[in-house]
């Protein structure tokens, strides 16, 4: 019979009963909110104190909720007394007047980070007034400061970065500066103990000026700089443009202490201006000037241009020239220590044509092309080697190559 089997496949279907299927609690939330990860503070919601509207005192996130204008005179808009401090304005403004601050940091902090938002008018838009170290400051608008826009100190880990700051005596100043804007200061427009990457300075604009558009000690990469004295100067200057704008003597739209490269320098308003003065080598660039020297290197010069539009020198190196070319009107289109090779160097005056200028002073030139008018020399060398020139020549060993 089959009732047994039916009698135990009854049973194990009973073993395997799922019984109250109803659930315990009503469903909760799992996910924590954004207050419970970060906790953030309302930097509006803060109380002041002696010459500050807010004071931020301990450590954590802040915001702005609303923009903060500062009346009086001598009053700071938000005072930072402790490390580790990230506030983010929210697109908001912080205005006030006077010679306080916008943002200040005070005591020997470490770890802050300001971001986002505005900051017009009072004596320094943002200011370290201790040892800063280790903080940013980004993606913020700073106009009509009297002294400083953004003024962190000179400590390399501090860093500004795709900021716009108009006016004050210096526009930027930090370890590093990357993408930013820095226009009108009076003094120096863009200052960094580092390097400054991807930035625009310029300095007042006057005649007489004696600003400076960018200043990066270590180093000026990707740059425009424009100021009264110097355009951009920098250990080293790298794929930039230097200008000076005033006709005081000595400036130069590029100073570097060791290489140019790939640059244009521009010191064509002044007298006995340099367009590019290089400590090291000069390569790939342009350099313009008047009544002063194109380009100026302490090394070698290749593949450049220096001009002089009047009585200064085109290149002048103290090391070799090759693949490049020197015009003056009066001076020398290209003065080398050692060696000019596959080069051109002119003095050619464009209203009269006497000249006593020499198209290129050597020891040593090969199979280069030396110009001057009456009264002039082409070449001026020891030894030339397949050369071409035209004008006089003072040549002490003349090797004519077939």
């Known amino acids: ?75 700071s ?75 962190l100190g000179s400590d390399p880990s501090n860093t500004v970065e795709h900021c716009a700051v108009r006016g004050g005596q210096t526009g930027i100043q930090a370890g590093q500066v990357h993408y930013c804007t820095a226009t009108d200061a009076s003094e120096v427009a863009i200052s960094a103990s580092m390097t400054v990457t991807h930035s625009s300075g310029i300095g007042a604009s006057s005649f007489l000026s004696s600003s400076v558009g960018i200043s990066g000690q270590a180093g000026v990469i990707n740059c425009y700089g424009e100021g009264g004295s110097s355009g951009i100067s920098g250990s080293f200057v790298t794929d930039s443009v230097g200008k000076c704008t005033s006709i005081n003597p000595s400036e130069y739209g590029i100073k570097a202490t060791y290489n140019v490269h790939n640059c244009v320098g521009d010191a064509v308003l002044g007298g006995l201006g340099v367009g590019i003065d290089a400590g090291g080598n000069v390569s790939l660039s342009h350099g313009s000037a008047r009544d002063g020297v194109g380009i100026s290197a302490g090394g070698n010069v290749h593949n450049s241009t220096g001009v002089n539009s009047y009585e200064g020198d085109g290149i002048v190196a103290l090391g070799n020239v090759q693949n490049s070319t020197g015009i003056t009107e009066d001076g020398t289109g290209i003065v080398a220590g050692g060696s000019v090779s596959n080069s051109s160097g002119s003095a050619t005056p464009r209203i009269f044509p006497e000249s006593f200028g020499t198209g290129i002073k050597a020891k040593i030139i090969t199979f280069s092309d030396g110009k001057a008018d009456i009264g002039g020399k082409g070449l001026d060398c020891t030894t030339a080697v397949g050369c071409t020139s035209s004008g006089g020549d003072a040549i002490t060993n003349n090797y004519q190559m077939p």
């Open 1 to 75: 019979m089959k009732l047994p089997s039916l009698l135990l496949a009854l049973t194990a279907n009973a073993a395997f009963s799922q019984g109250d299927l109803a659930p315990f609690a009503a469903p909760a939330p799992v996910m924590k909110t954004l207050a419970q990860i970060e906790p953030r503070t309302d930097v509006l919601t803060l109380a002041g104190g002696a010459g500050a509207s807010r004071i931020i005192s301990a450590p954590g996130s802040y915001f702005l909720s609303g923009n903060l204008t500062i009346p009086a005179d001598g009053i």
């Open 77 to 151: 808009g938000v005072r930072i007394t402790a490390s580790n401090v990230t506030l983010n304005l929210e697109g908001f403004q912080i205005a006030g007047a006077g010679t306080n601050a916008g943002i200040e940091m005070v005591g020997v902090l470490k770890g802050i980070v300001i971001t986002n938002g505005s900051i017009l008018g009072f004596g320094y838009s943002i200011n370290s007034g201790g040892a800063l170290t280790d903080s940013r400051i980004a993606y913020l608008n700073a106009r009509g400061a009297v002294t400083s826009g953004i003024s």
